[in-house]
């Protein structure tokens, strides 16, 4: 067998045993490196950032903790909390999403958070 179909069948089964989620957060971490964005796992609070990557989860708040949206914001290789103060429900804000977002990297809870990020939906979902 030749080197090159070797090294084919091996790239084929990494492919079928690796886990997906391990295999979609190195593609999204591939793709904000590429485009220019910073990942999350390096930035600090204090930092204007631009990153880009997708949405796991989206929660509205209750009327009685104020109106806020927040979302769990996943670059592939470290997860923002997005809030928006003011909003129960925004168009397109929905998990799975693919988003670039930017902000200052801000801290609740010993977490990174971003506050009224400003966003642009990416594709589809």
């Known amino acids: 067998m030749s080197t090159a179909a070797s090294g084919y069948f091996r790239r084929l089964s990494r492919r079928l045993t ?23 796992c390096d930035c600090h609070r204090g930092d204007d950032v631009t990153m880009l990557g997708r949405l796991r989860s989206v929660d509205a708040c209750s009327k009685a903790a104020g109106a806020s949206m927040q ?13 928006w103060i003011g909003r129960r429900r925004i168009p ?10 930017r902000g200052r990297i801000g801290e609740r809870d010993g977490a990174k958070v ?5 966003y642009e939906l990416q594709g589809t979902a």
Not at 114 to 118: E, Q, R, V
């Open 18 to 40: 690796e886990d997906l989620a391990q295999r979609d957060a190195e593609e999204m971490a591939e793709t904000a490196g590429a485009s220019g964005a910073k990942h999350a």
């Open 71 to 83: 979302a769990e914001f996943f670059d592939g290789t470290d997860t923002v909390t997005l809030v």
């Open 114 to 118: 971003i506050f009224n990020p400003h």
């Open 92 to 101: 397109g804000i929905e998990p799975g999403r693919k988003l670039k977002v």
